[in-house]
């Protein structure tokens, strides 16, 4: 089992930035790969960027390229989402994911708020 703990989301005016975290903890040996998706008010659940563990190959949706970047600290177990130049378009919850090759090879953050005022 993989124990996620996201933290950094709030209320930022446009313009503005924010960075997100997401610690993980227990069978992180398992972990090949973390991202960041979000979802917003009667909206599907989208990626935002994603990093492996192994090269830190990194994937960003069209929308946040050029202003959100993602990294990780793997002697940390952390994944960070620096989110610059917000929009109030990226109002959303941001959930962290990570990718493990064991069942049930996937698990989800409880989710962080990030609101952005026009």
């Known amino acids: 089992q993989v124990h996620l703990v996201e933290s950094g989301g709030g209320l930022v005016q446009a313009g503005g930035c924010l960075r997100l975290?997401?610690?993980?903890?227990?069978?992180?040996?398992?972990?090949?790969?973390m991202g960041w998706y979000r979802q917003a008010p009667g909206k599907q659940r989208e990626l935002v960027a994603t990093?492996?563990?192994?090269?830190?190959?990194?994937n960003y949706a069209d929308s946040v390229k050029g202003r959100f970047t993602i990294s990780r600290d793997n002697a940390k177990n952390t994944v960070y989402l620096q989110m610059n130049s917000l929009k109030p378009e990226d109002t959303a919850v941001y959930y962290c994911?990570?990718?493990?090759?064991?069942?049930?090879?996937?698990?989800w953050g409880q989710g962080t708020q990030v609101t952005v005022s026009s």
């Open positions: 994911k990570v990718d493990s090759l064991t069942w049930p090879y996937n698990y």
């Open positions: 975290s997401c610690a993980a903890s227990g069978s992180i040996f398992s972990i090949n790969a």
């Open positions: 990093i492996t563990t192994s090269g830190g190959r990194t």
